[in-house]
């Protein structure tokens, strides 16, 4: 069984949690796409793990873990992820983590440009984690980026990596930012590649041979469906195709390959950065902040959380063929007495049961509410499905009911242990 695992909203959904349990029973662990802009928390015998570009498999000691050619990799970022990972006790190495040579890297200056760009956006600044993700997307797709192979030809990478830095200055003295100096720049990368160089490999036959001898994969995403370049609040996304499909273009493997797509969402919404968020709610924001939750993983910057938006789901579980859905954090609704859905948005006096695409729309979208009763009570000890209190489960029945895909997981706290499989 070859899985997708995705996100339904706007990231954070709780997916690594989701991947490192899924990860028990498969051999090979995959990301797609995306880049550090990805923070995924696992927490694991006691011991908190955040992850940025290293798959979640990596906690396992005998699994193979990929980080593919759709992925955007800042090799300082990484070599740093490593380090930091391996501190932990988990070691890393090549036969444990192999690195495409089709990946982009993200440069020093590209982070650096994505800073400008959003100064320059003002009071319509996306609100990007800073990582250097959309311009180095850019240089891919505009054909001028530098993958980790290039940087086995070190004469060509040397000119290469010059002639952006030349480039990349001219925009930041735009902005009269500091510039960058091409000879540093080509030795901070290179100090860094010394590390990941042996890991890195064409990764494509690698991932077929598993796939043909009957391995079992789990393909990791980043981030989520509405902040999937095509599918998501445009502007406010990301660079990359979160959605199921971004899988397969980020890894190599066709779609024959997937047998099911594991949608993952929170019990409710969270979002950071910019955009529209029709559910957002200020109490219930405040009542998560105050509880400790929903502070970011890659930057700690608090994210805005709302009620649950059917919405969103319903059009994710379009896009992505979910086939079973993993519902985290219902914990976090634990002493709530009465709970919203919303069902559909009300624009201009029309009701939209699925996202729409222009976006001044957003702007004018008045969420349409249900009301379900709470539960009222702990449910992070609870050790199975049907332990759940009731209304829980009616909360769970509806959601799938409005999203049109079965529940296949529920999260009651960020623990491993804290998963429970739906039946
Ligand atoms: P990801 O980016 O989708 O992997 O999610 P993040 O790790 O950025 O954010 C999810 C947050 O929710 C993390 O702090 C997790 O530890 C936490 N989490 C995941 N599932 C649950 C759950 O079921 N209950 C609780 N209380 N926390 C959870
Ligand atoms: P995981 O994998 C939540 C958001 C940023 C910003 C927008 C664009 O942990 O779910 P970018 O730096 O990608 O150009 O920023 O996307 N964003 C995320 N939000 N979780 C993430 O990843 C995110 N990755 C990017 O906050 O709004
Ligand atoms: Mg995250």
């Known amino acids: 069984m070859n899985t997708i695992i995705t996100g339904l909203q706007w990231g954070d959904e709780g997916k690594g949690k989701i991947v490192d349990y899924l990860t028990e ?160 720049v080509i030795d901070e990368v290179y100090t860094a590649f010394a590390r990941l160089s042996p890991h890195v490999t064409n990764t494509i036959p690698a991932l077929h041979a598993a796939w043909k001898s009957g391995k079992k994969l789990l393909f990791e995403g980043a981030q989520g469906t509405l902040l999937d370049i095509d599918f998501g609040t445009y502007p406010f996304v ?20 997937i047998d099911a797509v594991i949608g993952v969402c929170k019990a409710y919404t969270t979002r950071v950065g910019s955009g529209p968020f029709p559910t957002g709610d200020e109490g219930l924001s405040t009542y998560l902040h105050d509880l400790g939750r929903e502070f970011g993983a890659t930057t700690g910057r608090p994210r805005g959380c709302g009620w649950l938006d059917t919405v969103l789901l319903r059009f994710a579980c379009m896009v992505n063929g979910v ?25 201009d006096g029309t009701t939209h049961t699925l996202p729409p695409a222009d976006r001044s729309a957003w702007d004018r979208a008045t969420p ?29 029945a509806r959601l799938s009911e409005l999203c049109g895909a079965p529940i296949a997981f529920v999260g009651v706290g960020p623990d491993r242990t804290q998963t429970l499989v739906a039946n």
């Open 368 to 396: 349409i509410y249900e009301s379900m009763p709470g539960w009222t009570c702990d449910t992070t000890a609870c050790k199975d499905f049907a332990s759940l209190p009731a209304q829980a489960k009616a909360y769970l």
């Open 25 to 184: 029973s498969a051999d090979v662990v995959i990301r797609g796409q995306g880049g550090n802009n990805a923070g995924h928390t696992v927490i694991a015998n006691g011991t908190k793990y955040v992850l940025h570009l290293l798959p979640s498999g990596i906690l396992w000691d005998s699994k193979i873990n990929v980080i593919s050619n759709g992925v955007v990799i800042d090799p300082i970022g990484l070599v740093s992820e490593i380090e930091r990972i391996e501190s932990q006790g988990i070691s890393i190495t090549p036969k444990k983590l192999i690195i495409s040579d089709r990946a982009h890297v993200v440069m020093p200056f590209h982070k650096e440009l994505d800073a400008a760009r959003e100064a320059s956006l003002g009071d319509r600044k996306i609100g990007t984690t800073k990582r250097g993700i959309g311009p180095a997307y850019a240089d891919k797709i505009n054909r001028c980026g530098l993958r980790m192979a290039d940087l086995f030809d070190r004469a060509f990478a040397e000119a290469q990596i010059t002639h952006r830095v030349a480039e990349a200055n001219e925009i930041l003295k735009r902005y009269d930012l500091e510039t960058f100096d091409a000879a540093k």
């Open 238 to 257: 990301t660079s990359s195709n979160t959605t199921a499909g971004g899988s397969c273009t980020g890894s190599g493997l066709p779609p024959t390959a």
């Open 323 to 347: 086939t079973g859905l993993a519902v985290t954090n219902v914990d976090g609704l634990d002493a709530y007495e009465t709970l919203q859905i919303c069902t559909g948005y009300l624009v």
